[in-house]
């Protein structure tokens, strides 16, 4: 019999024996959710609008805290600031655990720093935190390497001469280069095609993983593996990118100096070394491959999606634009750089860059968790390893913390005074023990970035703002801007 025959027979075997069992038991006591079927679970209650509307609808019949099955799987969810901070934040080592997006399962696996788990995580992460301060998440480090690839930007921009342009890839070139410089020691210039390429092959696996279809195959992974799919793109996209890493490290390798380490891959290197006889350490190839490829790919991607947002947001909203010079006119002038020592006399300005955060919700149900243990949570037992997901957006979109939370209004994060206030909900960047390594560096890029282009440029676009429609292009794992161009005006 042919081969491809056998497959298809294994498959449809595998197809009945799921349909027989139905959906796993999972011992302990889930919270309440839709009735699943068996394999399907709950697909025919999903909203065609994707995962972020069909959990909605499901929180305003089960609760805050609720159970769906994702095909066969059970899945915990938790919705609102309250659900989420109590899980993530008052018992955050029991949460701590997590877990990968199916579509990136077969690349990152249990490896790197964002995915791993238990003392390889903590390890990991530790010396991940470390070793990135060291080499320019330090506060005046990341500033000097921000201003300078600012202005590098503003050239870029002033080239425009006012022309329409579509902004993604220069916001992911500026965003890349920094975390570039801190794991790699260089950055690249705007026309390097490799580089471009690098950033292409991002930009498309952020797309494929948050569209329909890379939904529909966290649902039902363990039967569409083994078709064709957005999943063989995204590993396709990944596997190149992680080629380039491996040039990178190998050319390290060669020209590494132990008393001069320069940069993240260095420093891994010494640390390899240093523990080559110990067959239990963490610091061995894979790791270094995966966690330079989850730093490259968060420090490029989210910060990029948020700055092409919140200027897309700016065009919508000029009168917003425009008070935010206003502020940069009278606290940083013309004649110098922005600095993050401006940021404390800038209230308005850093109330809408949370507001864009908060709004633009890039990550909206959030980095999916697993508990690390048999866990009592709000009455139900939630048994060790099963998935929990944060929705974030819930936070980010809480009526009992934001007076309008659909609508953009920078007022969400002013008191009565003017000032900065914080606020309890948000949380772009998660909260609990698994927040996100980078947020130092994402909120420094931020500022910096956004003043510095207001500064020197009025935004304007050729459609008319009314016109203008701020609706996602995709909304699934990420949540991405619609495609548009916009005019740097020099000021």
Same mark, same amino acid.
């Given at each position: 019999?042919?081969?491809?025959?056998?497959?298809?027979?294994?498959?449809?075997?595998?197809?009945?024996?799921?349909?027989?069992?139905?959906?796993?038991?999972?011992?302990?006591?889930?919270?309440?959710?839709?009735?699943?079927?068996?394999?399907?679970?709950?697909?025919?209650?999903?909203?065609?609008?994707?995962?972020? !509307?069909?959990?909605?609808?499901?929180?305003?019949?089960?609760?805050?805290?609720?159970?769906? $099955?994702?095909?066969?799987?059970?899945?915990?969810?938790?919705?609102?600031?309250?659900?989420?901070?109590?899980?993530?934040?008052?018992?955050?080592?029991?949460?701590?655990?997590?877990?990968?997006?199916?579509?990136?399962?077969?690349?990152?696996?249990?490896?790197?720093?964002?995915?791993?788990?238990?003392?390889? &995580?903590?390890?990991?992460?530790?010396?991940?935190?470390?070793?990135?301060?060291?080499?320019?998440?330090?506060? &005046?480090?990341?500033?000097?390497?921000?201003?300078?690839?600012?202005?590098?930007?503003?050239?870029?921009?002033?080239?425009?001469?006012?022309?329409?342009?579509?902004?993604?890839?220069?916001?992911?070139?500026?965003?890349? @280069?920094?975390?570039?410089?801190?794991?790699? =020691?260089?950055?690249?210039?705007?026309?390097?095609?490799?580089?471009?390429?690098?950033?292409?092959?991002?930009?498309?696996?952020?797309?494929?993983?948050?569209?329909?279809?890379?939904?529909?195959?966290?649902?039902?992974?363990?039967?569409?593996?083994?078709?064709?799919?957005? $999943?063989?793109?995204?590993?396709? @996209?990944?596997?190149?990118?992680?080629?380039?890493?491996?040039?990178?490290?190998?050319? $390290?390798?060669?020209?590494?100096?132990?008393?001069?380490?320069?940069?993240?891959?260095?420093?891994?290197?010494?640390?390899?070394?240093?523990?080559?006889?110990?067959?239990?350490?963490?610091?061995?190839?894979?790791?270094?491959?995966?966690?330079?490829? !989850?730093?490259?790919?968060?420090?490029?991607?989210?910060?990029?999606?948020?700055?092409?947002?919140?200027? *897309?947001?700016?065009?919508?909203?000029?009168?917003?634009?425009?008070?935010?010079?206003?502020?940069?006119?009278?606290?940083?002038?013309? $004649?110098?750089?922005?600095?993050?020592?401006?940021?404390?006399?800038?209230?308005?300005?850093?109330?809408?860059?949370?507001?864009?955060?908060?709004?633009?919700?890039?990550?909206?149900? =959030?980095?999916?968790?697993?508990?690390?243990?048999?866990?009592?949570?709000? =009455?139900?037992? *939630?048994?060790?390893?099963?998935?929990?997901?944060?929705?974030?957006?819930?936070?980010?979109?809480?009526?009992?913390?934001?007076?309008?939370?659909?609508?953009?209004?920078?007022?969400?994060?002013?008191?009565?005074?003017?000032?900065?206030?914080?606020?309890?909900?948000?949380?772009?960047?998660?909260? =609990?023990?698994?927040?996100?390594?980078?947020?130092?560096?994402?909120?420094?890029?931020?500022?910096?970035?956004?003043?510095?282009?207001?500064?020197?440029?009025?935004?304007?676009?050729?459609?008319?703002?009314?016109?203008?429609?701020?609706?996602?292009?995709?909304?699934?794992?990420?949540?991405?801007?619609?495609?548009?161009?916009?005019?740097?005006?020099?000021?």
């Amino acid at each position: 019999m042919e081969p491809s025959v056998l497959l298809l027979l294994a498959l449809l075997l595998g197809f009945l024996v799921l349909l027989v069992r139905g959906h796993p038991k999972s011992h302990g006591h889930l919270p309440p959710g839709p009735h699943p079927l068996p394999f399907l679970g709950n697909l025919l209650q999903m909203d065609r609008g994707g995962f972020l !509307s069909s959990f909605m609808q499901f929180r305003e019949k089960y609760g805050d805290v609720f159970t769906v $099955h994702m095909g066969p799987r059970p899945v915990i969810m938790l919705y609102g600031t309250e659900a989420i901070r109590e899980a993530l934040v008052d018992q955050a080592e029991a949460f701590s655990g997590r877990t990968t997006h199916a579509v990136a399962k077969p690349i990152f696996k249990d490896y790197g720093v964002i995915f791993a788990n238990g003392e390889r &995580w903590k390890v990991l992460r530790r010396f991940s935190a470390v070793t990135m301060r060291d080499f320019g998440m330090g506060k &005046w480090s990341v500033e000097k390497r921000i201003q300078e690839e600012a202005q590098c930007m503003l050239d870029e921009l002033r080239n425009s001469q006012g022309a329409p342009l579509d902004p993604t890839f220069l916001f992911q070139c500026i965003t890349a @280069n920094i975390i570039c410089s801190i794991v790699f =020691g260089e950055r690249f210039d705007y026309n390097n095609r490799q580089f471009l390429h690098l950033l292409n092959l991002f930009y498309q696996t952020f797309s494929l993983s948050s569209s329909l279809s890379g939904q529909l195959y966290e649902l039902f992974s363990v039967f569409l593996k083994y078709f064709p799919g957005v $999943h063989v793109q995204v590993c396709k @996209n990944m596997q190149e990118i992680l080629d380039f890493i491996e040039q990178s490290v190998e050319k $390290h390798k060669v020209s590494l100096d132990p008393n001069n380490p320069r940069d993240f891959i260095d420093a891994y290197l010494l640390r390899m070394e240093k523990e080559k006889s110990n067959p239990d350490t963490e610091f061995h190839h894979q790791n270094l491959m995966i966690t330079v490829l !989850s730093l490259f790919f968060a420090g490029t991607e989210t910060s990029s999606t948020t700055l092409r947002y919140g200027f *897309l947001i700016m065009l919508k909203y000029p009168h917003v634009a425009e008070k935010v010079q206003k502020e940069i006119d009278q606290v940083i002038g013309s $004649h110098r750089l922005p600095t993050l020592e401006d940021r404390p006399k800038m209230p308005y300005t850093e109330a809408v860059i949370h507001e864009i955060q908060r709004f633009s919700d890039i990550i909206p149900i =959030g980095v999916p968790r697993k508990v690390t243990k048999d866990t009592w949570f709000r =009455g139900y037992l *939630l048994p060790k390893n099963i998935e929990v997901y944060p929705i974030l957006s819930s936070a980010l979109h809480d009526p009992q913390y934001f007076e309008q939370p659909d609508t953009f209004n920078p007022d969400h994060f002013l008191d009565a005074n003017g000032a900065l206030k914080k606020n309890e909900a948000f949380m772009p960047f998660s909260i =609990g023990k698994r927040i996100c390594l980078g947020e130092g560096i994402a909120r420094n890029e931020l500022f910096l970035f956004f003043t510095t282009i207001l500064q020197n440029f009025s935004v304007s676009s050729p459609m008319a703002p009314k016109d203008i429609d701020l609706s996602p292009k995709e909304s699934g794992f990420g949540r991405l801007p619609p495609e548009y161009k916009i005019c740097f005006l020099a000021r």
